[in-house]
């Protein structure tokens, strides 16, 4: 059974930063592809950034780029998302997804990815 569970979230003000972690069992962080999506209220997901894990590929959604990074720790099995120069617009509940084999690798189909933790919310106040 895939399982995960984000953590790091919390409340910032904008310019700050904050690191989420997605602690992952039943899936192998190496193997698969895997990625951040987001949701605001009354907005619909966002794919924020993905990566194939095998080989260390990253893509990420305009409205993130150059300000957050995707990483991944093979030995714990733990996904990261580093959020650097946050806007009041990144506020949001941020969601760990891993794709099932088959599944585009991409932010767009990231959303839709067959698993997902629970969320994390992050509030970026101005």
């Known amino acids: 059974q895939v399982q995960l569970v984000e953590s790091g979230g919390g409340s910032v003000q904008a310019g700050g930063s904050l690191r989420l972690s997605c602690e992952v069992s039943g899936y192998t962080v190496m193997r698969g592809c895997m990625g951040w999506f987001r949701q605001a209220p009354g907005k619909e997901r966002e794919g924020v950034a993905v990566?194939?894990?095998?080989?260390?590929?990253?893509s990420y959604a305009d409205s993130v780029k150059g300000r957050f990074t995707i990483s991944q720790d093979k030995v714990k099995n733990t996904l990261y998302l580093e959020m650097n120069s946050l806007k009041p617009e990144d506020t949001a509940m941020y969601y760990c997804?891993?794709?099932?084999?088959?599944?585009?690798?991409?932010?767009?189909?990231?959303?839709?990815?067959?698993?997902r933790g629970q969320g994390t919310q992050v509030t970026v106040s101005s």
């Open positions: 990566t194939y894990t095998r080989t260390s590929t990253t």
């Open positions: 997804a891993a794709a099932r084999a088959g599944e585009y690798c991409n932010t767009v189909a990231l959303p839709s990815f067959a698993y």
